[in-house]
């Protein structure tokens, strides 16, 4: 019997993925079919291949072609990640950052958000993604509080479009729900809705994509982590000895065998304290050290050191980075931070072609 790539293509109808609930045909997930004399072999594409549903999908084919075409046949079923094909919602997006710490109040979202200006003041194309469901403070630092994002319709699947401001573009947990409501939000609901924000969104194409992680090392945490293609992290932590035990064990979080996503480096924040009206004093009030001790033992830069500022806290609530003002100490250590974080990405990025 000669099997045609037709009759496959019919048989494989009956394979059904039941996240879209849809065959796998339709769904345009079969990439190739090869048959020869002695076997079919089809390759198949998925949103991500760390997921349950890859061994569900391809035991279904197997017994499916098994019982069209007879136990004599080898069939062979070769999973693809969409990204390894250039496909998919994030495919235009060259290198995903984490903004992570260890606990909340570090000032992880200060970072977040100005380093998002400043590679974009350094000629990136660039978004940023509020994952920070507890406490999404995104939408107030770039004055878009409020804002609902618009959806637009590709073949038939509706996407969002993020919000722009100081040429970035922006997407928050904080746009859907409110921090009070968020309390109520179960682990599988947060994962949900964070994903949509990734890939049912119209990123386009973006150099960066800097996403403000939850705090800590919980499982939202991990999943984020796992579904997803991430360049590196960024540490966020501030000099006290408590604070740099957290963020160490939040990066080994990232570290572990399953993961294995590179540490970018550690930025400093509240680093030293500047008088307003001594620009040239420094005071390191909450102690040295520290920091640089950490970035030892994980054998990691420090990206830069923050100051303490009181401007930063005025115009990260007046909804205008302080780094847009190009006067400031601080825009001069995001400069270092966001450079160090362009060259960490461009060594990771050949490593990975290689
Ligand atoms: N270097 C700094 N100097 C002064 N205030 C800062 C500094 N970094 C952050 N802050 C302030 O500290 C508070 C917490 O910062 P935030 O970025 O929201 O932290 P996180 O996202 O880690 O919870 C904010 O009010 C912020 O403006
Ligand atoms: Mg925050």
Redesign the pocket.
Known sequence: MTITDKQVTDALKQVVFFKKQNNIVDLNMVHQVEINEKGIKVSVVFPELADPSVGIVSNSIMKTLKTEFGEDYTIDVKPIAEKDLGKGPLSGVKNIIAVI?G???????????NLAITLSQLGKKVGILDA?IM?P?VPI?FGVEGEQPGVIDREGKPYMIPIENYGIKILSLGFFVQPDQALMWRGSMINNAFNQLMTDAEWGDLDYLVI?MP?GTGDIQLTLAQSYNIRGTVL?TTPQKIATADVRRAAMMYRQDKLLIPLLGIVE???YFIPEDMPDKKYFIFGKGTTDELAGQLDIPVLGR????????E???GGKPITIDQDSP?TKSFIDIATNVIKQSEILQTVNMN
């Open positions: 710490s606990k909340g109040g570090v000032g992880k979202s200060t970072v977040a958000a920070d406490g403070s630092m403000d705090p966020v924040n509240m680093a923050i100051p303490i500022v009181e401007k930063i806290v115009s990260g609530d601080v």
